[in-house]
DNA sequence: CGTTAGGTTGACTTGATTCAACAACAGTGG
DNA sequence: CCACTGTTGTTGAATCAAGTCAACCTAACG
């Protein structure tokens, strides 16, 4: 694996870990030469499933993945939806056990690290070893908005939010810009991140683009009134703590996350 | 603070971290060591609140607690319920700025332990800091149910699970026996952690006991049927991760994780 | 005792589901 | 190049789980 490669695979989550942490340059060289695997894995096959109990990590390179659970009655939900840079299954590697599903959003280029490689990471660089907890603490700080989602906002508000979510997440990771972005999710898998129904999904997506809140080419969702949207989905930025260490990026024009 | 009254208070979230990495004297000589100021706090007072900016980080000593948000519409969800033995605002502490609120359920004896001291304390013992690390990760593990059981479960079940988790939690901790427990939440309570109305609580409660699900005596919840419970609930104890390093406790009878 | 918080119940409404049909589209193979 | 097939999206009508509103009850407490 030449050098060049090794920075393109390990460069976001790094880039991400000094955005929560301050780390020095014995932390950066110990990060980079951590040993990993490429895989590919392509749409809806699993990254990870519940009950595994595989000494690995897993870190998403390229494409989405999402997080999903079932119940015993058959019903979908999802939990998380993960975009480059993110550690997807920890849980799998640091916990005994797996508790749910990891699934491939998009086709996924991941890299895979042994769990003896982490563990012995954040005990020799304890600096990244507290930025790979904060990036715990703040996955538990979007489990806890996803809550509120779920539980007390309707399904208009919800989806917003959703949306905003999103937007901002892709937009600090700077995959994403003011003008719109891709959302590869079909309305069956909206529908199971909002505890709601496809069909609903779809009355509520028509809904939002009559108003002129979104519009909407294939997938693609433009959002020409920012404001308006983050107003509708009740959304703040605030529990994704994207200013731990450094300043958040300021934008021109009415960025999602300007509350 | 003599040696008895220090053990006292951080016995129970010792004996938690025990039970996710194994620990060496060192580690728990340097834990014992922690610095600390008890603090007691009544019934519905704050412990930590949305916007926070406290450089500390608070532990559960005896009593509940519980997190809460509330949307723009000034709805509440709860997020979680908290048991002694739990550190209830690290990401106060951690993160730059709290994204929720924490209260007392119960009048509640707290622990607070400087954030400086907190991080020392993990620099210093690496395996101690990746206890903490796992305890995150499970906390994030319930919230992912938590978001399911809002999400996907309808009121009936979510309840049963709810009384579910929080028995085998309780259970787990050694607060609570077969027997039953003392829940001490309003219906209220119960309605904005599952996402509902009080009045459709006070249905499904009495649902539940009317067809011997549940036997409610005031807030003294006893369970003749643990397997049925579970069943309506859905429950299964996987994701909290009871049995990380220590096998779990082995009960007579029908306890409610035997899943 | 009056006040208040919490619990209970009935009547009515509503947001979302269900079911069912159909349309749009992409991919596949003849 | 077109027919076939499966997936995703769209729409209407009927139904239902949960919400709303409003009244009243009960126990605790100063």
Redesign the interface.
Known sequence: MSHESVARILDRTYRKFETRASLDEDDRRAFYSLPFEVRYVDPNRYIAR??DRAPRATLIVDGLAF?H?V???G???I?SVHIPGDFVD??GS????A??NVQALTRCETAIVARDEI?RL??TR?RL??A???D??????I??????N????DSK?GMCHLLCEFARRLEAAGLADAAGYELPMTQEQLADA??ITPVHVNRILRELDRQGLIVRDKRFVRVPNWEALRRVG?FSE??L?L??VMPAVQREGAAPGRA
Do not use: C
């Open positions: 519940e009950g997080r659970k119940t015993v009655e019903a979908r939900q939990l920890l849980e640091l916990l005994t056990v508790d749910h563990i954040v005990e304890p070893g507290r790979m907890w904060i715990t603490l703040i996955d538990g700080s489990y806890r908005e996803w809550i509120v779920v539980g007390r906002r508000s909002l505890g009740g605030l529990y703590h200013n731990q």
